[in-house]
Nanobody
């Protein structure tokens, strides 16, 4: 059974940083593009970032470009999201997600599955 579990969320002030981690099991980790989604209160879930299997390509949503960095460790089967210069509008639940097999990071809206999420709260 494929499972991804997020961790690293928390509460920070504007300008602060957090690093999210996503561990996976039951998945041929190196064969899938992975990414992060988020859902703010009262809003739809949206794609934040994506990284290809070999980490050769990364994609970011415009609101987080230059502030967030996605990476992956192929040995530990972990995906990270380093979030810097956080803003109150970054507040929400963050989900680790798996791209459909064979897909790269051409878009941020097609995902095979995702985890239960971790809460990020940024106060002003």
């Amino acid at each position: 059974q494929v499972q991804v579990v997020e961790s690293g969320g928390g509460s920070v002030q504007t300008g602060g940083s957090l690093r999210l981690s996503c561990t996976s099991s039951g998945l041929n980790f190196g064969a899938y593009a992975m990414g992060w989604l988020r859902q703010a209160p009262g809003k739809e879930r949206e794609g934040v970032s994506c990284i290809t299997p070999g980490a050769l390509r990364t994609t970011y949503a415009d609101p987080v470009k230059g502030r967030f960095t996605i990476s992956r460790d192929g040995v530990k089967n972990i995906v990270y999201l380093q979030m810097n210069s956080l803003k109150p509008e970054d507040t929400g639940f963050y989900y680790c997600a798996i791209k459909p097999f064979g897909q790269a990071c051409g878009n941020l809206y097609e995902w095979q599955s995702w985890g239960r999420g971790t809460q990020v709260t940024v106060s002003s």
